[in-house]
């Protein structure tokens, strides 16, 4: 059975502070793997990484992915207040285009 | 980026009665469209996977005779969630996957709440 990992669960920082969330899988076939950010609605894009070791930069978020390892970690630095969330990875194969998510990080940056 | 909408936003009913969610797809051509569903503190949970013109694919444990699903055109998917129970209350929300892509556009989601 397919299954996606995220940790921590759940992480207090500053603003200012630079915080590193882990998404770990294992499925069959992978063919994809996403984050995404959600706040008090659906939750919107941030990366979608398909090949090893290739950073994807969006201003102060970065992600990359190991497909040896079976893992990927979002970056964020500087965190802002805005940053609070909940961070989602979902994990895509071959057999379909749904998506399976972990249990998310919920993120709180304290000014 | 693409658009994809619900409606309602939020909706609250009594036991018993059945509640239609549309998902529709406003600026382009859905050809798959999936229905998650959200509780309180939980990840979001795959229900179905809906392809235009044929029968859904439900999800083990999902009931198909409860959550019916439509997806009758190329924007637009209903989730009608019959004899509704208190224990169905939750987040619902729908994605569209746009023909030729691998990245899912998701709905602001539907809030279900069951009296």
């Known amino acids: 059975e397919d299954k996606v990992v995220q940790s921590p669960l759940s992480l207090v920082v500053h603003e200012g502070d630079t915080v590193t969330l882990n998404c770990s899988y294992e499925v069959t076939n992978f063919r994809s793997l996403l984050w995404y950010k959600q706040e008090k609605k659906a939750p919107t894009f941030l990366f979608m990484l398909t090949s090893s070791g290739i950073e994807k930069k969006s201003g102060r978020l970065s992600s990359i992915l190991d497909k040896k390892e079976l893992f990927s970690i979002l970056n964020i630095t500087a965190t802002q207040t805005g940053d609070s969330a909940v961070y989602l990875c979902a994990v895509n194969s071959n057999s379909g285009y749904a998506l399976n998510f972990g249990k998310g990080t919920s993120l709180l940056v304290t000014p | ?115």
């Open chain 2, 1 to 115: 980026g693409a658009v994809v909408s619900q409606h309602p936003s939020r909706v609250i009913c009594k036991s018993g009665t059945s509640v239609k969610i549309e998902c529709r797809s406003l600026d382009f051509q859905a050809t798959t469209m999936f229905w998650y569903r959200q509780f309180p503190k939980k990840s979001l949970m795959l229900m179905a996977t809906s392809n235009e013109g044929s029968k859904a694919t439900y999800e083990q444990g999902v009931e198909k005779d409860k959550f019916l699903i439509n997806h009758a055109s190329l924007t637009l998917s209903t989730l009608t969630v019959t004899s509704a129970h208190p224990e169905d209350s939750s987040f619902y929300i729908c994605s569209g996957l746009a023909g030729g892509y691998n990245e899912q556009f998701f709905g602001p989601g539907t809030r279900l709440t069951v009296l």
